[in-house]
């Protein structure tokens, strides 16, 4: 067998398992905001514990691609290539983070009614979901248009966590009583901006693939 189909078999492992990491990351975006608006504890402790499974995930990820640079000799397309996808890796691994950190603030609120509906930070979890899936598929396919309308909607995640920190603040001012739950439910909201951010950071990966730069707006 020649050396590129050997390359190319482990390229697509890579590939694979990233798609399967993404998977597991944009569930689990999904599962953390689901078990603070259920009041679900037990799910919230899957997420916590689950967040092993992420860190295993990338790390078995890091040594196929650690295996590929020792292994494969790669020319520039499939090094910046490679190289992304430990980036894309590392950040899929924070955003679990960010996950694991939301399913906490669900155990803190145990017992307790909220200070209003949940209806803006569902509605940003499904967002920041969609632009991780998103993301990953434009890297995987190399999709430099559904690259930049990820970046593009950074922008709407921006505004809506604008307008969820304007409201808590206005509750937290108006009736002090509600000013400890408005702050936990703006950290929430922070984290879900920041995952939208690294969903941003994934779309610059497909860029430099392609492109061999990070301007996302040329």
């Given at each position: 067998?020649?050396?590129?189909p050997?390359?190319?078999?482990?390229?697509?492992a890579?590939?694979?398992?990233?798609?399967?990491?993404?998977?597991?990351?944009?569930?689990?975006?999904?599962?953390s905001?689901?078990?603070?608006?259920?009041?679900?504890?037990?799910?919230?402790m899957?997420?916590?514990?689950?967040?092993?499974?992420?860190?295993?995930?990338?790390?078995?990820?890091?040594d196929?691609?650690?295996?590929?640079?020792?292994?494969?000799?790669?020319?520039?397309?499939?090094?910046?290539y490679?190289?992304?996808i430990?980036?894309?890796?590392?950040?899929?691994?924070r955003?679990?983070?960010?996950?694991?950190?939301?399913?906490?603030?669900?155990l803190?609120?145990?017992?307790?009614?909220?200070?209003?509906?949940?209806?803006?930070?569902?509605?940003?979890?499904?967002?920041?979901?969609?632009?991780?899936?998103?993301?990953?598929?434009?890297?995987?396919?190399?999709?430099?248009?559904?690259?930049?309308?990820?970046?593009?909607?950074?922008?709407?995640m921006?505004?809506?966590?604008?307008?969820?920190h304007?409201?808590?603040?206005?509750?937290?001012?108006?009736?002090?009583?509600?000013?400890?739950?408005s702050?936990?439910?703006?950290?929430?909201?922070?984290?879900?901006?920041?995952?939208?951010?690294?969903?941003?950071?994934?779309?610059?990966?497909?860029?430099?693939?392609?492109?061999?730069?990070?301007?996302?707006?040329?």
């Open positions: 067998m020649s050396a590129r050997i390359l190319d078999n482990e390229l697509n890579i590939a694979d398992a990233v798609i399967e990491m993404g998977a597991v990351i944009e569930r689990t975006i999904r599962d905001i689901t078990s603070l608006k259920e009041r679900d504890p037990a799910l919230a899957a997420i916590i514990s689950g967040d092993e499974v992420v860190d295993d995930m990338e790390d078995e990820i890091s196929l691609c650690l295996k590929f640079f020792a292994t494969q000799q790669p020319l520039a397309g499939d090094l910046r490679v190289i992304s430990m980036n894309i890796i590392r950040d899929l691994e955003i679990g983070d960010h996950c694991e950190d939301i399913a906490k603030y669900t803190r609120f145990e017992n307790e009614a909220y200070i209003k509906d949940l209806v803006d930070i569902p509605r940003m979890s499904d967002m920041a979901a969609r632009m991780v899936r998103n993301a990953i598929d434009s890297h995987i396919n190399r999709d430099l248009r559904l690259a930049r309308k990820v970046w593009k909607a950074d922008e709407e921006d505004e809506m966590f604008r307008n969820i304007d409201e808590l603040l206005g509750l937290a001012e108006k009736d002090h009583t509600k000013a400890r739950q702050v936990m439910f703006l950290f929430i909201a922070a984290h879900l901006e920041r995952i939208a951010d690294y969903a941003t950071n994934i779309c610059e990966e497909t860029v430099f693939v392609m492109e061999g730069n990070y301007e996302m707006e040329s």
